[in-house]
């Protein structure tokens, strides 16, 4: 059950208490760039706080876990008037990478919900494929399982919503989409996501990745 929220507006951010461990901050607005930057830039002001143990950015939100829980509701009222003020005060952060290009295989029995995208698009395999493949996609979060990588920048007309039944498995280097995202698969497991494709590359999951970058399917 969903935590209720500290802020409710359509116009300004959403908090909620994450237990009595953490909170998470949800940016208004539609997933682009500009957002996610400012993001990283509150991720890294927070980081700094005292009572915040741990700031980590998501897809268009940010999870700050407390160095001890809040002592009382005046406390807790404190650290949200301070998360919104730095919040209207970040400004984007460009982040430095590199650029990744993943060789994909799209369809096939590495891609199995491909005929589904088809369905719910109405556009043909070659035209989702050249699509899926010309952006240059940053790394907006990591997530789900070590080394997952979240990406930006997908052509909204191949967003395709997440499946109702999710697979128990997916292989590590599924290329899915899910609504208006698409992710690279680092390991396997489960995924309500669509894979339409699947990727050689090898991602290690033993060293942190501290910086986004981009990836370019192909």
């Known amino acids: 059950m969903k935590a209720p929220a500290l802020a409710l507006s359509a116009q300004r951010p959403s908090i909620s208490l994450l237990g009595t461990s953490a909170l998470l901050f949800?940016?208004?607005?539609?997933?682009d760039l500009a957002p996610q930057q400012r993001i990283w830039a509150l991720a890294h002001e927070a980081q700094g706080w005292p009572e915040v143990r741990e700031a980590v950015p998501g897809m268009?939100?940010?999870m700050l876990t407390?160095?001890?829980?809040p002592r009382d509701h005046a406390e807790l009222a404190g650290?949200?008037?301070?998360?919104l003020s730095a919040w209207e005060a970040a400004?984007?952060?460009?982040?430095?990478?590199?650029?990744?290009?993943?060789?994909v295989v799209y369809g096939g029995e590495g891609g199995p919900h491909m005929a589904d995208v088809v369905a719910h698009t109405g556009l043909s395999v070659d035209e989702i494929v050249t699509l899926h493949s010309a952006p240059l996609y940053p790394v907006y979060a990591l997530g789900s399982h070590?080394?997952?990588?979240?990406?930006?920048?997908m052509d909204p007309r191949i967003a395709t919503p997440r499946r109702k039944v999710p697979v128990l498995s997916i292989p590590g280097g599924a290329v899915?989409?899910?609504?208006?995202q698409t992710g690279v698969s680092a390991s396997a497991g489960p995924s309500g996501w669509n894979?339409?494709?699947?990727?050689?590359?090898?991602?290690?999951?033993?060293?942190?990745?501290?910086?986004?970058c981009c990836g370019q399917a192909t």
């Open 26 to 31: 949800e940016a208004p607005g539609a997933l």
């Open 60 to 62: 268009n939100n940010l």
């Open 66 to 69: 407390f160095a001890r829980p």
């Open 79 to 83: 650290l949200q008037d301070r998360l």
């Open 91 to 103: 400004q984007p952060l460009p982040l430095e990478g590199r650029v990744i290009e993943l060789p």
């Open 146 to 153: 070590p080394g997952y990588c979240y990406l930006g920048g």
């Open 176 to 180: 899915s989409i899910g609504g208006a």
């Open 195 to 212: 894979t339409i494709g699947s990727t050689v590359m090898s991602f290690s999951t033993r060293r942190k990745i501290r910086r986004p």
